[in-house]
């Protein structure tokens, strides 16, 4: 099969189109014929050699896949060859085949594209772990959402709107963002390049409460507004660290607000709890998409001879939403 292949970590450049062996799926698995996939920020990060695949699954990049069921392994019975499915994989994405565990698969709505079922599972699945199953956002509630334009920020702000429509929703974003996150019905958005320190801001719009859950992937930088953001019991929820892992840390604050912070990461968790997540998503988030209440966001589509092209756009953060890459037709 064709898939995009890396022989040394590096720049965009490294990745080039070849050909390697085709997967077998094993008894609990399925073999996908991949017709759309969708570059993620973790793609660019083992790209360079900083996040590695978790044991046993492929090295080639890739989190989320779209396509038809090629083969079924003897212990999966709830899928047939033939199926228009989408799936969270661990890696392996960027081919003409994937595997993914049957557990880990959910059924394509018959009016939803392939390419925008790629966009679903690793963005809308992180978002809705981190909003709703860790941080419980409920109706009526107050939540920070940073960096309003990239593929999880935008997913977020979607589900939060379906799913609770009576939250209100905080973004900070980029200033040429700004419009189209406004566009997306949320109650605040904040130029983050001119109000770095938006505690103040927050102070202002929650009349001194504070927020009830902050959804954050900026990390050391922002430790300290966010907590002083956060309302009582509230949650910090820290998906990435792009501005660093070390910060200082009030605890006393912490501890009177009876504030929460957690790590989470959805790619290193087990077979069995990313099931239970995708099971919890499909039951609760998947009609949305059916309805066509949610609609994945394309900033563009690009053919896989193009992967190089559709990186440089992901690093130089030119596209809201996701960007996707089309491997079939």
Same mark, same amino acid.
């Given at each position: 099969?064709?898939?995009?292949?890396?022989?040394e970590?590096?720049?965009?450049?490294?990745?080039q189109?070849?050909?390697?062996?085709?997967? =077998? @799926?094993?008894a609990?698995e399925v *073999?996908?014929?991949?017709?759309?996939?969708?570059?993620n !920020?973790?793609?660019?990060? =083992?790209r360079?050699?900083?996040?590695?695949?978790? +044991?046993?699954?492929?090295?080639?990049?890739?989190?989320?896949?779209?396509?038809?069921v +090629?083969?079924i392994?003897?212990?999966? /019975? /709830?899928?047939k060859?033939?199926?228009?499915?989408?799936?969270?994989?661990?890696?392996?994405?960027?081919?003409?085949?994937?595997?993914?565990?049957g557990?880990?698969l959910?059924?394509?709505?018959?009016?939803?594209?392939?390419?925008?079922?790629?966009c679903v599972?690793?963005?809308?699945?992180?978002?809705?772990?981190?909003?709703f199953m860790?941080?419980?956002?409920?109706?009526? =509630?107050?939540?920070?959402?940073?960096g309003?334009?990239?593929?999880?920020?935008t997913?977020?702000?979607? *589900?939060?709107?379906?799913?609770? @429509?009576?939250? #209100?929703l905080?973004i900070t974003a980029?200033?040429?963002?700004?419009?189209?996150?406004?566009?997306?019905?949320?109650?605040?958005?904040?130029?983050? /390049?001119?109000?770095?320190d938006?505690?103040?801001?927050?102070?202002e719009f929650t009349g001194?409460?504070?927020?009830?859950?902050?959804?954050d992937?900026?990390? +050391? #930088?922002?430790?300290?507004?966010?907590?002083?953001?956060?309302?009582?019991?509230?949650?910090?929820v820290?998906?990435?660290?792009?501005?660093?892992?070390k910060a200082?840390?009030n *605890?006393?604050?912490?501890?009177?607000? !009876?504030?929460q912070?957690?790590?989470?990461?959805?790619?290193?968790?087990p077979?069995?709890?990313?099931?239970?997540?995708i099971?919890?998503? /499909?039951r !609760?988030?998947? @009609? #949305?998409?059916?309805? !066509?209440?949610?609609?994945?966001?394309i900033?563009?589509?690009?053919?896989?001879?193009?992967v190089v +092209?559709?990186?440089?756009?992901?690093?130089?953060? =030119?596209?809201?939403g996701?960007?996707?890459?089309?491997i079939?037709?």
């Amino acid at each position: 099969m064709k898939a995009v292949l890396i022989e040394e970590f590096g720049a965009p450049e490294v990745m080039q189109v070849g050909e390697i062996d085709k997967p =077998q @799926p094993k008894a609990d698995e399925v *073999l996908i014929k991949v017709v759309a996939t969708s570059i993620n !920020r973790p793609d660019l990060v =083992q790209r360079v050699g900083n996040y590695p695949p978790p +044991a046993g699954d492929s090295e080639i990049l890739g989190l989320e896949v779209a396509g038809t069921v +090629a083969e079924i392994g003897k212990d999966v /019975t /709830t899928w047939k060859v033939g199926d228009r499915v989408m799936a969270l994989v661990g890696g392996g994405g960027y081919a003409e085949y994937a595997v993914a565990y049957g557990i880990h698969l959910m059924p394509i709505p018959d009016n939803m594209s392939f390419e925008e079922a790629a966009c679903v599972n690793e963005s809308y699945i992180t978002a809705f772990l981190n909003v709703f199953m860790i941080g419980g956002l409920q109706d009526g =509630q107050t939540a920070i959402i940073h960096g309003g334009g990239g593929g999880v920020n935008t997913a977020a702000i979607q *589900l939060a709107k379906a799913l609770t @429509p009576n939250a #209100k929703l905080i973004i900070t974003a980029n200033p040429s963002k700004m419009e189209r996150v406004k566009e997306l019905g949320v109650d605040l958005v904040i130029d983050y /390049t001119e109000t770095p320190d938006f505690t103040g801001v927050i102070k202002e719009f929650t009349g001194k409460k504070g927020v009830d859950l902050i959804l954050d992937h900026v990390g +050391a #930088k922002y430790l300290k507004p966010n907590m002083y953001s956060l309302g009582y019991k509230g949650k910090l929820v820290i998906i990435g660290i792009i501005s660093g892992i070390k910060a200082e840390l009030n *605890l006393a604050l912490m501890m009177v607000k !009876r504030q929460q912070i957690i790590g989470s990461v959805l790619r290193s968790r087990p077979v069995a709890e990313k099931g239970d997540i995708i099971a919890e998503f /499909t039951r !609760r988030a998947l @009609p #949305k998409f059916a309805d !066509r209440t949610i609609v994945p966001i394309i900033e563009k589509v690009f053919p896989m001879a193009e992967v190089v +092209a559709a990186h440089k756009m992901m690093e130089e953060d =030119q596209h809201f939403g996701k960007i996707v890459m089309k491997i079939a037709e």
